[in-house]
């Protein structure tokens, strides 16, 4: 089973990413499913979420307006659209998935498989 982030990189401030993550080994119905980041010296913290039944999808006011999380079942993929990013976007960004089936969409840290992480860098 895995989950591979990918789609990282360096972007100047208002500029746009698109992160994929590729899961393997488990299928993304029925499971709730989320991203993650965590800057330097900082806790990981949930950005949005999509529950396991996919009728609910959340996003932290930071990031709120700004950031849109989709998935693909057929693909087993998940998506995190980033426009107007900011310097304080900078993090690595993580994609979660859920053991259970139809979970509840939540931004904690309660999910059973991680993927490695990506690296966000906006800067001029």
């Known amino acids: 089973l895995q989950l591979v982030e990918s789609g990282g990189g360096l972007v100047q401030p208002g500029g746009s990413l698109q992160l994929s993550c590729a899961v393997s080994?488990?299928?993304?119905?029925?499971?709730?499913i989320a991203w993650f980041r965590q800057a330097p010296g900082k806790e990981r913290e949930g950005i949005s979420c999509?529950?396991?039944?996919?009728?609910?999808?959340n996003y932290a006011g930071s990031v709120v307006g700004r950031f849109t999380m989709s998935r693909s079942v057929a693909t087993s993929t998940l998506y995190l659209q980033m426009n107007n990013l900011k310097p304080e976007d900078t993090a690595v960004y993580y994609c979660?998935?859920?053991?259970?089936?139809?979970?509840?969409?939540?931004?904690?840290?309660?999910?059973?498989?991680w993927g490695q992480g990506t690296q966000v860098t906006v800067s001029q």
């Open positions: 080994g488990l299928t993304l119905s029925a499971r709730a």
């Open positions: 999509i529950s396991g039944a996919g009728d609910v999808t």
């Open positions: 979660a998935a859920q053991r259970s089936l139809f979970g509840q969409c939540t931004m904690e840290l309660e999910y059973d498989y």
